[in-house]
Nanobody, 124 residues
């Protein structure tokens, strides 16, 4: 059973940087970061990494965000640079047992475990 615990959220000014972390236990094929802007019901994928180290990013964060994993520490990271106000939201770490195929990595329903979330606020 996968357990996920996020940390590291906070407030930052536009253009700044922030790194959030997710302590992960248990087997999983891939991990991903999702975010949910305030007032919105749906969560949108931000970045993902599979067990082979392949990474994928949403178009809105390409070139600004970097997902990485420290296998020894069993920790997932999201380095966020050049932050914009539209990056504001609750960020969730999620685990999936599905092998990546097409855009299935973007679908929240394909993730069976979620963390409690960490808030990221970017002020302009």
């Amino acid at each position: 059973q996968v357990q996920l615990v996020e940390s590291g959220g906070g407030s930052v000014q536009a253009g700044g940087s922030l790194r959030i972390s997710c302590a992960a236990s248990g087997w999983t094929y891939s991990l991903a970061w999702f975010r949910q802007p305030r007032g919105k019901v749906e969560r949108e994928v931000v970045a993902g990494i599979d067990r082979n180290g392949r990474t994928r990013y949403a178009d809105s964060v390409k070139g600004r965000f970097t997902i990485s994993q420290d296998s020894a520490k069993k920790t997932l990271y999201l380095q966020m640079d050049s932050l914009k106000s539209e990056d504001t939201g609750m960020y969730y770490c999620a685990a999936s047992a599905y092998e990546w195929y097409g855009d299935n990595w973007k679908v929240p329903q394909n993730y069976h475990a979620w963390g409690q979330g960490t808030q990221v606020t970017v002020s302009s």
